[in-house]
């Protein structure tokens, strides 16, 4: 007899594989294990539950058809044969594996449809994905315990906002912010939201769902309430001991159980980049939350994320944390540690005293796009957490956006199930093969040159607040940086990879890696290029209009490359947020999020958090980043004048705001007709393949 979720499982191979082959499932005495062969064009899969299975499927594809499924690999993948192979099993080494971000639900998924949810499920479930965070309704559940509080529709959609911004929203670090919220929004993500988690729990995934933090709107706020800031954006926030706090936590649950059920886990972030407001403040919001959560669901879990405690490590010091954390019941806290791979919190809180914990890699900060990443960090670090005396409970992923830099997620993904992992360098070899669905060894060395060059950084090598790059970053005359610090390579290893890439000859994937990894060397060849302009007018006085030039062009080019990509397009993404709207203002609303986010984040006279998303995307190359340098270098010759850095840099300052605004308000011009992409890189490493050689004489010993 076929196991209850038989259906779920069979859905999947149709979509994955075209299910031209048939597909038999039984289930299988365990935990969180699988069995799987192929005999006589069948494919067999005995699984301890549906997400086993679907690993299943995933691993049989992997190691007897060579074909791994990625972000962006092209599907159904039409098998219309299956290799013959031995029985293959697998056991999870960790109970859990979690997904996703608030911010991702921002830098993402914001304009997502169903068809673009149906998929990205489907890789959850093929690489065993557990427990996914999800946001997409929580509107129409804030709307509705909002109204039963007595705001009105259009009080209630000044205060959520912009749809771009609600991740935000939900952290309790902003409200009323580029919005109103489109009036018809709230029920179609109620909609969608719904399916997404009907699809999920099918595959037997626990979702994590939004809980209140305390932040809520001026209208209801008593008399005892507060104004924090975040980035310099005001909120309201209850006290703790307002009974108010219980009420609003215990009314948000309510209204969700109510619309998308739940399976009592809540995440809830009140002190996100945010000190709290008193010595007493953690506790009392830690008992204010878990109480108002188990007044609604005796069963609830609040899952809390460890970010607060790096970011603002200086206020939570080793005494107060472990303090927080014995306040709080053991079966009541998970705390994800966010960003293990480059600062994990729990060697310095001793497994958090005791309290379930998940291992998570982050990465990505807003969606940049340069390929970078730390895999030989984050490989270590996994064992060292799975080996530790506390270990965690589960891995995840935690990135603030999704599809970049596949190889450092997979990585994760497979020490998940993988107890004897391979050398990582045989590991990104193969993975690189798999990627590609090939057995060329010119695969296995693009990648092997990868791993030796932008896969081998510093692990903080892209947090926000480091330097990124010159093509990303807000023009100004103070101090440049120092671009050799973002060449943490040798030239010649990135190069290789790109050669070899370009002589792979494939579409799909291959061309995606190409791209991005000869953007990886033009965003460094104009990092060099503003680096020779300034010493230059800094010892002549006067500005070279050659060295200008030749800094200009490599944005066009730059732009050029990326535009040969849909996903790396400025138009692909404004288009996604243009057709969820209804009307001229819900259009306007949605334009407005989906530019602003990736530029000036807030409003174009605040800096905090310019360029924060750093996306190399056309469109936004072009025009965008280029017409700020060329203001830089307009506003130079008074810079380099004796006293004149001060005007040039208000002048500037001003460029940049109209700048902002008008690109927020109206895009860039029309985008041209992409070319080829290998036709385009090709002419990239023609052009500056020499030169990008040369740099390596400039790297820091």
Same mark, same amino acid.
């Given at each position: 007899?076929?196991?209850?979720?038989?259906?779920?499982?069979?859905?999947?191979?149709?979509?994955?594989?075209?299910?031209?082959?048939?597909?038999?499932? &039984?289930?299988?005495?365990?935990?969180?294990?699988?069995?799987?062969?192929?005999?006589?064009?069948?494919?067999?899969?005995?699984?301890?539950?549906?997400?086993?299975?679907?690993?299943?499927?995933?691993? @049989?594809?992997?190691?007897?058809?060579?074909?791994?499924?990625?972000?962006?690999?092209?599907?159904?993948?039409?098998?219309?044969?299956?290799?013959?192979?031995?029985?293959?099993?697998?056991?999870?080494?960790?109970?859990?594996?979690?997904?996703?971000?608030?911010?991702?639900?921002? @830098?993402?998924?914001?304009?997502?449809?169903?068809?673009?949810?149906?998929?990205?499920?489907?890789?959850?479930?093929?690489?065993?994905?557990?427990?996914?965070?999800?946001?997409?309704?929580?509107?129409?559940?804030?709307?509705?315990?909002?109204?039963?509080? !007595?705001?009105?529709? +259009?009080?209630?959609?000044?205060?959520?906002?912009?749809?771009?911004?609600?991740?935000?929203?939900?952290?309790?670090?902003?409200?009323?912010?580029?919005?109103?919220?489109?009036? &018809?929004?709230?029920?179609?993500?109620?909609?969608?939201?719904?399916?997404?988690?009907?699809?999920?729990?099918?595959?037997?995934?626990?979702?994590?769902?939004?809980?209140?933090?305390?932040?809520?709107?001026?209208?209801?706020?008593?008399? !005892?309430?507060?104004?924090?800031?975040?980035?310099?954006?005001?909120?309201?926030?209850?006290?703790?001991?307002?009974?108010?706090?219980?009420?609003?936590?215990?009314?948000?649950?309510?209204?969700?159980?109510?619309?998308?059920?739940?399976?009592?886990?809540?995440?809830?972030?009140?002190?996100?980049?945010?000190? $709290?407001?008193?010595?007493?403040?953690?506790?009392?919001?830690?008992?204010?939350?878990?109480?108002?959560?188990?007044?609604?669901?005796?069963?609830?879990?609040?899952?809390?994320?460890?970010?607060?405690?790096?970011?603002?490590?200086?206020?939570?010091?080793?005494?107060?944390?472990?303090?927080?954390?014995?306040?709080?019941?053991?079966?009541?806290? /998970?705390?994800?540690?966010?960003?293990?791979?480059?600062?994990?919190?729990?060697?310095?809180?001793?497994?958090?005293?005791?309290?379930?914990? #998940?291992?998570?890699?982050? /990465?990505?900060?807003?969606?940049?796009?340069?390929?970078? &990443?730390?895999?030989?960090?984050?490989?270590?670090?996994?064992?060292?957490?799975?080996?530790?005396?506390? $270990?965690?409970?589960?891995? +995840?992923?935690?990135?603030?956006?999704?599809?970049?830099?596949?190889?450092?997620?997979?990585?994760?993904?497979?020490?998940a199930w993988t107890t004897s992992p391979s050398a990582l360098s045989d590991w990104l070899q193969t993975f690189g093969q798999q990627r590609y669905a090939t057995t060329s060894a010119t695969a296995a060395a693009a990648w092997r040159h990868l791993g030796a060059s932008v896969l081998a950084a510093d692990a903080r090598a892209i947090f926000p607040e480091r330097f990124i790059s010159i093509l990303v970053a807000r023009p100004g005359y103070d101090a440049s940086p120092s671009v050799a610090e973002a060449l943490f390579y040798d030239p010649a290893d990135l190069l290789d990879a790109c050669r070899a890439l370009l002589d792979l000859d494939l579409p799909g994937p291959a061309e995606d890696d190409l791209v991005l990894s000869c953007a990886a060397m033009l965003v460094r060849i104009i990092d060099f290029r503003y680096a020779a302009l300034v010493a230059a007018a800094s010892s002549t006085g006067r500005v070279d209009p050659d060295l200008s030039a030749r800094f200009l062009t490599a944005f066009d080019d730059i732009d050029d490359l990326v535009a040969t990509r849909p996903s790396l397009r400025l138009d692909t993404w404004v288009d996604r947020a243009r057709r969820r709207a209804d009307d001229p203002e819900?259009?306007?609303?949605?334009?407005?999020?989906?530019?602003? #986010?990736?530029?000036?984040?807030?409003?174009?006279?605040?800096?905090?958090?310019?360029?924060?998303?750093?996306?190399?995307?056309? +469109?936004?190359?072009?025009?965008?980043?280029?017409?700020?340098?060329?203001?830089?270098?307009?506003?130079?010759?008074?810079?380099?004048?004796? !006293?004149?850095?001060?005007?040039?840099?208000?002048?500037?300052?001003?460029?940049?705001?109209?700048?902002?605004?008008?690109?927020?308000?109206?895009?860039? $011009?029309? &985008?041209?007709?992409?070319?080829?992409?290998?036709?385009?890189?090709?002419?990239?490493?023609?052009? @500056?393949?020499?030169?990008?050689?040369?740099?390596?004489?400039?790297?820091?010993?």
């Amino acid at each position: 007899m076929s196991p209850p979720w038989n259906s779920a499982v069979q859905g999947l191979w149709a979509r994955v594989t075209g299910g031209a082959r048939p597909l038999r499932v &039984a289930g299988l005495k365990g935990v969180r294990r699988f069995a799987v062969h192929a005999d006589g064009g069948v494919l067999h899969v005995a699984a301890s539950d549906a997400l086993s299975a679907c690993v299943a499927v995933h691993r @049989y594809l992997i190691e007897a058809c060579g074909v791994r499924v990625t972000w962006d690999t092209a599907l159904p993948l039409g098998l219309t044969e299956l290799p013959g192979s031995p029985v293959i099993t697998g056991q999870a080494r960790v109970a859990e594996f979690y997904y996703l971000n608030f911010c991702t639900f921002g @830098y993402s998924t914001p304009y997502w449809d169903w068809a673009d949810w149906e998929r990205e499920i489907d890789w959850m479930a093929l690489h065993g994905v557990t427990m996914p965070l999800s946001l997409t309704g929580h509107e129409a559940v804030l709307t509705k315990a909002y109204g039963r509080l !007595g705001l009105s529709d +259009g009080e209630i959609r000044a205060f959520l906002g912009g749809p771009g911004y609600l991740p935000w929203l939900y952290m309790g670090c902003l409200d009323s912010f580029a919005g109103p919220m489109p009036a &018809a929004w709230a029920d179609r993500q109620l909609d969608l939201g719904r399916r997404i988690l009907d699809r999920e729990r099918s595959f037997g995934m626990t979702p994590v769902l939004p809980a209140f933090t305390g932040h809520l709107p001026a209208g209801l706020a008593p008399a !005892g309430a507060r104004t924090r800031q975040w980035q310099g954006l005001p909120t309201t926030v209850l006290d703790p001991g307002d009974p108010l706090f219980r009420r609003l936590t215990t009314e948000i649950v309510t209204a969700q159980r109510e619309l998308l059920g739940t399976d009592h886990l809540y995440a809830a972030d009140p002190f996100i980049e945010m000190i $709290p407001a008193d010595a007493d403040s953690p506790a009392a919001v830690a008992d204010a939350i878990v109480g108002g959560l188990r007044a609604a669901d005796p069963a609830a879990t609040w899952v809390l994320q460890s970010w607060p405690f790096s970011y603002q490590e200086h206020y939570w010091s080793r005494e107060r944390a472990d303090r927080f954390l014995a306040g709080l019941p053991d079966d009541s806290v /998970l705390i994800l540690d966010l960003w293990a791979e480059a600062e994990p919190q729990w060697p310095r809180l001793d497994g958090y005293a005791g309290r379930p914990w #998940i291992w998570n890699g982050l /990465l990505n900060f807003g969606g940049r796009t340069e390929p970078v &990443a730390d895999l030989p960090s984050a490989a270590r670090n996994i064992e060292q957490a799975l080996a530790a005396h506390r $270990p965690p409970d589960g891995l +995840g992923l935690t990135m603030e956006a999704i599809h970049t830099n596949p190889a450092f997620f997979e990585l994760i993904a497979d020490r998940a199930w993988t107890t004897s992992p391979s050398a990582l360098s045989d590991w990104l070899q193969t993975f690189g093969q798999q990627r590609y669905a090939t057995t060329s060894a010119t695969a296995a060395a693009a990648w092997r040159h990868l791993g030796a060059s932008v896969l081998a950084a510093d692990a903080r090598a892209i947090f926000p607040e480091r330097f990124i790059s010159i093509l990303v970053a807000r023009p100004g005359y103070d101090a440049s940086p120092s671009v050799a610090e973002a060449l943490f390579y040798d030239p010649a290893d990135l190069l290789d990879a790109c050669r070899a890439l370009l002589d792979l000859d494939l579409p799909g994937p291959a061309e995606d890696d190409l791209v991005l990894s000869c953007a990886a060397m033009l965003v460094r060849i104009i990092d060099f290029r503003y680096a020779a302009l300034v010493a230059a007018a800094s010892s002549t006085g006067r500005v070279d209009p050659d060295l200008s030039a030749r800094f200009l062009t490599a944005f066009d080019d730059i732009d050029d490359l990326v535009a040969t990509r849909p996903s790396l397009r400025l138009d692909t993404w404004v288009d996604r947020a243009r057709r969820r709207a209804d009307d001229p203002e819900s259009r306007r609303v949605l334009e407005d999020n989906a530019r602003r #986010i990736l530029t000036v984040w807030t409003t174009a006279d605040d800096p905090h958090l310019d360029n924060y998303a750093a996306r190399i995307w056309s +469109g936004l190359v072009a025009g965008y980043y280029k017409t700020r340098w060329e203001s830089w270098l307009r506003h130079l010759p008074r810079a380099l004048a004796p !006293g004149g850095r001060a005007a040039a840099q208000a002048a500037l300052d001003a460029d940049l705001v109209r700048l902002a605004d008008t690109f927020i308000t109206a895009g860039p $011009p029309p &985008a041209q007709p992409a070319g080829d992409a290998r036709q385009v890189a090709r002419h990239v490493l023609d052009r @500056y393949g020499d030169e990008f050689q040369a740099i390596e004489r400039s790297i820091p010993q």
